[in-house]
């Protein structure tokens, strides 16, 4: 079933001003098998990539071998040379290309590049992979998950060996991950090895031979997956058992704070109802795409709708901009923290305040540090915010901090309704479940959390309500303690 | 043909030949053979530096000292001129050395040192053009020697000498763009800089060589232009830099990096040379040149991305049964 090992990784370390990222960890993979690698947050797994990739170069004393034979990569393209692509979860792709010029790029070092050969190397790959696309089409215009296609078709034109997946599935639709499994089972079978980083345990069971497992930059074990299950993985990434607690069959649901009247926006949302009550966290699902962003948006005054009545505490208000929103104590959590939520070269403190400048001021109508400092030590005791630095830059807290000062820099508004986008995409299971309870404590005060989630355990975990979306209407809504998980899914995938 | 009208190009070459279409039918002193021929030649090593900041911009880059090292290679071919040994090989030999000193001077200090362009090339534009000032004392080098004159002669009384020059290098640099290695690296570290590290690209190679590239041009457009004038000015020339950003990005070079093509900055450069001239034959005062420039550089430009988002706008919406 599985091939021979042909690359090694022994006694690998790489240390950083401070920090030991990785710690004597090893590493090998076998031809044709998948081998899914991973850990926490921190863990040392994307230093372990960039290694492998050639970006970053290990300590003295590391060993990567290949067929028996030592080897160094000074740069990526060694590593490229020696038949190791990496798909960032980025992509690392170039938007301004075609489809054919992305794949065939660093094909052609130094002769003349021959744009018929590029055309036919391009389709070659995408057809190996079963994908039709036109190849002369430019990648901007993609959806994420065809580009990540894309990316694949790039490293496989290359006569990779192995092919280094960073959380493949992490913006893909439950579909387009079906598509990407058969994709690798393809790979597989033409003998490609493929290294799988995910967050996502039930996907790393599904696709994984094997499953290598860092913890705190030490290697901590390889296993055959089919000698372990959930908990005994768990265990191996945190030293002790986690698993989501679920958090709501205690409820704090009170009386009705907002209630949605079939409002509609052409290509975005369509005749969306429903209610909301303090104390209750309602969650939106459903796959990406199916237009849940779009209408939690409609409420923070960034995608007004074309028709339809929105009322609060029993009054129909308007939302039509941000400003509208807030004065209506509503506050939003985007998805994407380091685009729309952080700004990430301010301090903590900055960014916690900026959002409340008036209630900082001091005298002559100037910010007043103290009570600047005042009020950020207060969320960071509030939320446990790690290190409780308020003058270290966003970007050198951990991901886990950073949704946390995301959360903190919209709870100094004192919102009676929170909108949270995907609180917990990207961050580790300990961080999940602190993030979690978070938002559990703050129903206690009365608040109502709309909370938009791809994650099935997630939502039945912590919500009380959940509402499945499908191409931009409604298509179920239901209580998540009694609730049938399995007809939820199905409700969103197959609309049935 | 349906992609050839969806390209940037296109729009802007429609501008050019509506506008010219207008000063042939106001003016008949527009669409005479000396008046094209001083057109094109006018601008020509304005249109050799535009080919450099074309490469430039696509990386993501800038190079304000484009027109300081013009004028700091012009002072010293001038003076060059003069020598004993100075002669049409010589000096052309000359016009890429100095050219790709400054050139690797600016490119050096951007790509091994890390430091924003704009700052390298301001400080450069300050410094190349601060030597030649004070070498010269700012005199006029005057009456340069025929045979470099001849450089920019018209063959055959119809063909002057720059719009070939000009012709070859946008030739050679759209291939360089098209066909070799370095020119994909170049749109691949504009389009996205760190897929293009990890894609192995060396892309302080890629960088250094691009603005190495534009002071070689930046060189030869020297020698055109002392050429074209007989004479030498080192306080000439001033600000030209602009002119020659102006005419790459209503070419449809991306000032934010990542495309940008010959064929356009060629169309840019003729576009911003019609105006200049139609101003002329309409009897209007020149004074009015820059106020026209501007108000044709944010409506190329804002058509664009009026386009652009629109094009986005439908690639997100999502299907309602």
């Known amino acids: ?496 | 043909m349906n992609r050839l009208f969806e390209r940037r190009e296109a729009g802007v070459l429609c501008i050019l030949l509506v506008l010219g279409i207008a000063l042939a039918v106001y003016s008949p002193a527009f669409l005479t053979q000396v008046n094209i021929k001083n057109i094109l030649v006018n601008n020509s090593a304005l249109a050799i530096m535009a080919v450099g900041m074309t490469l430039v911009l696509i990386t993501g880059g800038i190079d304000v000292s484009v027109a300081s090292q013009m004028m700091f290679s012009a002072t010293l071919l001038a003076e060059f001129s003069f020598l004993p040994f100075a002669n049409p090989f010589t000096i052309v030999l000359a016009a890429i050395v100095i050219g790709a000193v400054t050139g690797s001077i600016n490119g050096l200090l951007i790509s091994h040192f890390n430091i924003d362009p704009i700052i390298i090339t301001l400080g450069t534009n300050s410094i190349y053009r601060g030597i030649i000032l004070v070498y010269t004392s700012g005199r006029w080098i005057m009456n340069l020697p025929g045979w470099f004159t001849a450089f920019s002669k018209t063959v055959g009384g119809v063909l002057p000498l720059p719009v070939v020059y000009v012709v070859l290098l946008l030739v050679l640099t759209a291939y360089i763009l098209r066909y070799t290695s370095f020119g994909r690296a170049v749109y691949a570290c504009g389009g996205n800089v760190e897929a293009a590290r990890r894609a192995g690209i060396n892309v302080n190679r890629t960088i250094f060589r691009t603005y190495a590239y534009t002071g070689v041009l930046c060189g030869i457009a020297g020698l055109v232009q002392d050429s074209i004038l007989g004479n030498c000015q080192p306080a000439g020339s001033n600000g030209w830099e602009m002119n020659v950003i102006a005419a790459a990005v209503i070419g449809g070079t991306n000032i934010l990096g990542g495309s940008g093509t010959m064929a356009g900055t060629a169309i840019g450069v003729l576009l911003m040379g019609v105006i200049e001239n139609g101003l002329v034959v309409a009897h209007v005062p020149t004074y009015w040149q820059k106020l026209v420039y501007g108000v044709i550089i944010i409506m190329t430009v804002t058509i664009d991305i009026l386009r652009k988002n629109r094009a986005d706008a439908g690639h997100q919406l999502i299907e309602i049964d």
């Open chain 1, 1 to 496: 079933m599985h091939g021979d090992t042909f690359l090694r990784l022994d006694h690998i370390s790489m240390t950083f001003p401070g920090i030991k990222a990785l710690d004597d960890v090893h590493l090998d993979i076998r031809e044709g098998e998948v081998h899914a690698l991973i850990g926490e947050n921190g863990a040392g797994k994307s230093t372990l990539i960039k290694i492998l990739s050639g970006v970053q170069q290990p300590d003295p004393g590391s060993q990567i071998t290949i067929d028996g034979r030592q080897v160094q990569f000074q740069n990526a393209n060694d590593s490229i040379q020696a038949g190791i692509n990496a798909i960032y979860q980025d992509l690392s792709l170039f938007p301004n290309l075609t489809v054919a010029e992305n794949i065939t790029l660093g094909q052609f070092k130094n002769k003349k590049i021959d744009w018929k050969e590029s055309d036919s190397i391009a389709a070659e790959a995408l057809g190996r992979m079963g994908v039709r696309l036109d190849p002369h089409q430019l990648l901007g215009n993609l959806s994420v998950a065809k580009q990540q296609l894309i990316a694949i078709a790039r490293a496989i034109s290359f006569h990779s060996r192995l092919l280094i997946m960073d959380e493949p599935t992490a913006s893909l639709s439950f579909s387009e991950v079906e598509t990407l499994y058969s994709i690798i089972e393809k790979l597989k079978q033409e003998n490609i090895a493929v290294l799988f980083i995910s967050h996502k345990l039930d996907e790393v069971f599904q696709v994984s031979d094997r499953i290598t497992v860092l913890r705190d930059g030490k290697f901590i074990g390889c296993e055959d997956t089919a000698r372990l299950d959930n908990n005994s993985l768990v265990s191996m990434m945190v030293g002790r058992s986690v698993t989501y607690i679920a958090l709501n069959a205690q409820s704090n649901v009170g009386e009705k704070i907002l209630e949605v009247k079939n409002i509609s926006k052409k290509g975005n949302y369509k005749d969306i109802s429903f209610a909301l009550h303090k104390g209750e966290i309602l969650a939106f699902t459903g796959l990406v795409g199916a237009g849940r962003s779009e209408t939690v948006k409609a409420l923070f005054g960034l995608n007004t709708p074309e028709s339809g009545e929105i009322w609060l505490d029993g009054k129909k208000v308007e939302l039509r901009s941000v400003p509208q929103a807030l004065r209506n104590k509503i506050a939003f959590i985007p998805e994407d923290r380091h685009a729309e939520g952080l700004v990430l070269n301010m301090s903590m403190r900055d960014n916690l305040t900026i959002s409340v400048l008036r209630n900082i001021l001091g005298r002559g109508g100037l910010i007043d540090n103290n009570k600047a400092d005042e009020l950020s030590e207060r969320y960071v005791s509030i939320l446990s915010i790690r290190p409780s630095q308020i003058e270290k830059p966003a970007k050198d807290f951990s991901g886990g901090n950073q949704q946390k000062i995301a959360i903190a820099k919209w709870l100094v508004t004192e919102p009676d309704i929170l909108i949270i986008d995907e609180p917990t995409h990207g961050v580790d299971i300990a961080a999940k479940t602190e993030i979690h309870k978070l938002l559990k404590d703050l129903t206690k005060t009365g608040m109502a959390i709309i909370m938009v989630s791809s994650e099935w355990q997630e939502v039945f975990a912590v919500s009380d309500r959940v509402i499945v979306m499908r191409h931009g209407r409604i298509v179920h809504e239901e209580n998540t303690v009694t609730g049938n998980q399995e007809l939820m899914m199905k409700k969103a995938i197959l609309g049935v």
